[in-house]
T-cell receptor
Framework: GENVEQHPSTLSVQEGDSAVIKCTYSDSASNYFPWYKQELGKGPQLIIDIRSNVGEKKDQRIAVTLNKTAKHFSLHITETQPEDSAVYFCAASADNYGQNFVFGPGTRLSVLP | SAVISQKPSRDICQRGTSLTIQCQVDSQVTMMFWYRQQPGQSLTLIATANQGSEATYESGFVIDKFPISRPNLTFSTLTVSNMSPEDSSIYLC????????????FGDGTRLSIL
């Protein structure tokens, strides 16, 4: 089955700097890759996603890149703000698996003012 | 997206008892899932809740311990049975609004502590 690894497990950046979180997956059949942000006491919230027919997607300060050959995808946050502090999870899914998501272990991002 | 409400938001229970968690969505959805998130950990899929039929459980999870119902397209329940301290976790409901590789949207979860 699918296995998703995520690095780093913790990340501290200064406000205004960029943050990058990387995930690797094992199943070449995976074709949908969402990223979730989980704040304390809340459920995971979808922040951006990418499909395997696209190499990059951007939404304001957030971008995701996908390398299908190497089986990895990354989340990029620019101009970080204190409210970006949260736990971020990547996930991988294949349509033919009924949208079952396999989640990475998570990255705790701290943005220091 | 959809508004997903989970009840209760948190509870403290005695070992050996059972608790039923409700998940209500404000619109019809194609798929509903239940996850467990142990303290400081990632999300683990318990089962897919199927409307009008038995849920589909992942390896390591069984119906006797986690019975699930889904009577319609907007509501599901998860029961945690015969609880032990190891069941202390956050239990999350998620939904897919439409089929075909669409994102899952999560409720805020039920924080369960077993004494």
């Amino acid at each position: 089955g699918e296995n998703v690894e995520q690095h780093p497990s913790t990340l501290s950046v200064q406000e205004g700097d960029s943050a990058v979180i990387k995930c690797t997956y094992s199943d070449s059949a995976s074709n949908y890759f969402p990223w979730y942000k989980q704040e304390l006491g809340k459920g995971p919230q979808l922040i951006i996603d990418i499909r395997s027919n696209v190499g990059e997607k951007k939404d304001q300060r957030i971008a995701v890149t996908l390398n299908k050959t190497a089986k990895h995808f990354s989340l990029h946050i620019t101009e970080t703000q204190p409210e970006d502090s949260a736990v971020y999870f990547c996930a991988a899914s294949a349509d033919n698996y009924g949208q079952n998501f396999v989640f990475g272990p998570g990255t705790r991002l701290s943005v220091l003012p | 997206s959809a508004v997903i409400s989970q009840k209760p938001s948190r509870d403290i229970c005695q070992r050996g008892t059972s608790l039923t968690i409700q998940c209500q969505v404000d619109s019809q959805v194609t798929m509903m899932f239940w996850y467990r998130q142990q303290p400081g950990q990632s999300l683990t899929l318990i089962a897919t809740a199927n409307q009008g039929s038995e849920a589909t459980y992942e390896s390591g999870f069984v119906i006797d311990k986690f019975p699930i119902s889904r009577p319609n397209l907007t509501f599901s329940t998860l029961t945690v049975s015969n609880m032990s301290p190891e069941d202390s976790s956050i239990y999350l409901c998620s939904v897919v609004i439409q089929g075909g590789g669409q994102p899952q949207h999560f409720g805020d979860g039920t924080r369960l502590s077993i004494l």
